[in-house]
């Protein structure tokens, strides 16, 4: 099945600086990468995905780029702000129908004022 | 988006004693609820995926008659954690997928539910 690494478990950056997070998966049927943002005690809540026939894709601030043949995707968030502190997710799937979403372990983003 | 609603958000129940926890779609139809557990500071847990009208299908390990799943209506699923016991204290969380226009599927979040039992 698919496996998804994550990286690093914990980022810690000043308010402004950017984060970059990255990911891994293993299987090359996987088309969708989406990532979530979870604050504590709350639901993943979807920030920005990309499918496999993009190779970047820009929501303001935040940014996903793929590589298929590499098979990492990473999530860049600019000028970022206090409010951008919270765990996120990666997340892998051949969304074919409705297939499940394998997830990496989590970052703990933290933006210092 | 699309918004699923997750019921109760907290809940603390008596060891031996069942809890129920309902995931709704409120604005759209869901074929498939996922439900994930999560210990602190890890990853969401599949535990087992849930089709309207049939059987859920449990991830290895996932005790089926423990955790009881029934997706009656094509906006609602519930989790029923049967004879509860502490170490079921945990942050459950279902999804809901979404077809879109652009050809993919969508996965929504409830806000999660954190049992305690006591």
């Known amino acids: 099945g698919e496996n998804v690494e994550q990286h690093p478990s914990t980022l810690s950056v000043q308010e402004g600086d950017s984060a970059v997070i990255k990911c891994t998966y293993s299987d090359s049927a996987s088309n969708y990468f989406p990532w979530y943002k979870q604050e504590l005690g709350k639901g993943p809540q979807l920030i920005i995905d990309?499918?496999?026939?993009?190779g970047e894709k820009k929501d303001q601030r935040i940014a996903v780029t793929l590589n298929k043949t590499a098979k990492h995707f990473s999530l860049h968030i600019t000028e970022t702000q206090p409010e951008d502190s919270a765990v996120y997710f990666c997340?892998?799937?051949?969304?074919?129908?409705?297939?499940?979403?394998?997830f990496g372990k989590g970052t703990m983003l933290l933006v210092s004022p | 988006g699309a918004v699923v609603s997750q019921h109760p958000s907290w809940v603390i129940c008596k060891s031996g004693t069942s809890v129920k926890i309902e995931c709704r779609s409120l604005d759209f139809q869901a074929t498939t609820m996922f439900w994930y557990r999560q210990f602190p500071k890890q990853s969401l847990m599949l535990m087992a995926t849930?089709?309207?009208?049939?059987?859920?299908?449990?991830e290895q390990g996932v005790e089926k008659d423990k955790f009881l799943i029934n997706h009656a209506s094509l906006t609602l699923s519930t989790l029923t954690v049967t004879s509860a016991h502490p170490e079921d204290s945990s942050f459950y969380i279902c999804s809901a997928s979404r077809p879109t226009l652009k050809g993919i599927t969508e996965a929504f979040f409830g806000q999660g539910t954190r049992l305690t039992v006591v």
């Open positions: 849930s089709n309207e009208g049939s059987k859920a299908t449990y």
């Open positions: 990309i499918r496999s026939n993009v």
């Open positions: 997340a892998a799937s051949m969304n074919s129908g409705y297939s499940t979403l394998t």
